[in-house]
């Protein structure tokens, strides 16, 4: 017994080190798997608070070009209401939902990272706002990641530049779906995968959301195709895709939530159970 | 004895607060970031306690990952110097640390330079590998450690020439 004593007071200084080092290991794995990052993440009282006291200030260096941003997107909405062939002689009696299955809120971003391997943005919006894990997260132009964790007023994101990401997407003219994964290097380049050899794919063609799985719906512009090559064993494609995302400069955010997403899970559980 | 205290909890809040608000948003060339933090760490007093100083190390480490999402890499990045701290001293300064008595404004400009390279360049290393977790981006982790450990060097002296007391 005073052996062990002694040895533990002998080496305390590495022993500590040792305990510490393992729990920063614990902390760093689980945020390498998916929605795993529960203690350690920004959206708390404290970080949540001075991200968004720091945001109150620097949102105005950005104001012109958000505002173009947002310009574009009227125009381009404008252009959709205005050229739509439904006639607009009938209202939806349920006012609140439109009659659709998805339902997006506004948010801002109050801080936005792109320089590491594993991005993650925060929102500041929460709980109280209706944000939960799972929804969708898009820009006007395209897509921008998953909400992970959420505190009451504020929420992570899981940027589309993180190594975790696997979000499903194909081809606009086809319907030849792979995944999306990003390899660290550009901000403004990710990779998509597992696209069949034959598929007809050309550079310069547009990568919309698949619509697979129920965060994204069908149709998000994603970005175009810069560069493609055949996987090691040929019977893939690796291709390298232009985001229409600027993700260096974000300000404003959609999330999407879809309101049949219990259900559609519940019937796929159901079946796989079977 | 309390006015040091004092010194390193005002240096340790101001630290994080320069690191999360300024130096991670600077994405130099798209992805270089100085991590001045650890500036804290190595200019820490030697004569003290190895103890204090690990554990002080964690804790600087988990508050920059709170901050940047980020687990815990900076946490096991600092806790891996704090420990490694006195291999590195007896490297780069040999008798003077033998003899306790080192002082970091009182030293020769290149045995300092030699022992901030040496820690910063194994603080770099393990973040990004660790950051990256896998051996075949090793080149993409190498190329970060070498320009990032640059810019996090000549910040840090730039900084300690600024910040020390004038030796007339």
């Known amino acids: 017994m005073q052996q062990i004593i002694n040895f533990i007071i002998r080496n305390k200084n590495f022993l500590l080190s040792l305990l510490l080092f393992s729990i920063s290991m614990v902390f760093t794995i689980q945020t390498h798997s998916y929605h795993k990052s529960k203690f350690i993440n920004s959206a708390n009282f404290l970080t949540g608070g001075v991200y968004n006291s720091i945001n109150n200030f620097t949102a105005y260096l950005n104001l012109k070009s958000q505002n173009q941003v947002l310009a574009e997107e009227n125009s381009r909405l404008k252009m959709l209401l205005f050229n739509s062939e439904n006639k607009k002689d009938s209202i939806y009696l349920d006012t609140v939902s439109y009659g659709g299955t998805y339902k997006f809120t506004l948010a801002n971003v109050i801080r936005n990272t792109y320089s590491g391997a594993n991005n993650v943005l925060l929102l500041n919006r929460g709980k109280n706002d209706g944000l939960k894990q799972d929804l969708g997260v898009i820009s006007s132009k395209g897509i921008v990641g998953i909400v992970d964790g959420t505190s009451k007023r504020y929420a992570t994101v899981i940027s589309v530049l993180n190594t975790v990401n696997k979000i499903s997407a194909q081809l606009k003219k086809t319907n030849h779906f792979g995944t999306l994964y990003w390899d660290a290097k550009s901000p403004y380049y990710i990779q998509l995968i597992d696209i069949p050899k034959i598929a007809p794919i050309v550079k310069g063609d547009t990568i919309i959301t698949s619509g697979r799985s129920s965060i994204f719906p069908k149709g998000i512009p994603i970005g175009v195709i810069n560069d493609f090559k055949l996987d090691a064993a040929e019977n893939y494609y690796e291709i390298n895709i232009k985001l229409f995302n600027d993700m260096t400069n974000l300000e404003h955010v959609y999330t999407i939530e879809n309101i049949d997403a219990d259900e559609i899970d519940r019937l796929l559980n159901a079946k796989a159970n079977e | ?168």
């Open chain 2, 1 to 168: 004895m309390n006015n040091s205290v004092f010194l390193h909890i005002a240096r340790f809040i101001s630290l994080v607060f320069f690191q999360v608000v300024l130096f991670n948003n600077i994405n130099f060339l798209g992805y270089i970031n100085p991590y001045i933090y650890i500036m804290f760490i190595a200019l820490f007093p030697v004569k003290n306690n190895r103890f204090i100083i690990i554990f002080l190390s964690f804790l600087l480490g988990l508050s920059i990952d709170l901050f940047s999402d980020t687990g815990g890499i900076h946490a096991a990045a600092c806790v891996f110097i704090a420990y490694i701290r006195p291999v590195i001293l007896k490297f780069s300064f040999g008798m003077i640390y033998e003899h306790q008595t080192i002082k970091f404004t009182s030293v020769e400009f290149g045995e300092k330079l030699t022992y901030l390279t040496i820690l910063t360049f194994l603080h770099h290393f393990m973040l990004f590998f660790l950051e990256m977790f896998s051996v075949s981006q090793i080149i993409l982790v190498l190329q970060k450690t070498l320009f990032s450990s640059i810019f996090t060097i000549l910040l840090i002296l730039i900084i300690t020439i600024i910040f020390s007391k004038k030796t007339k």
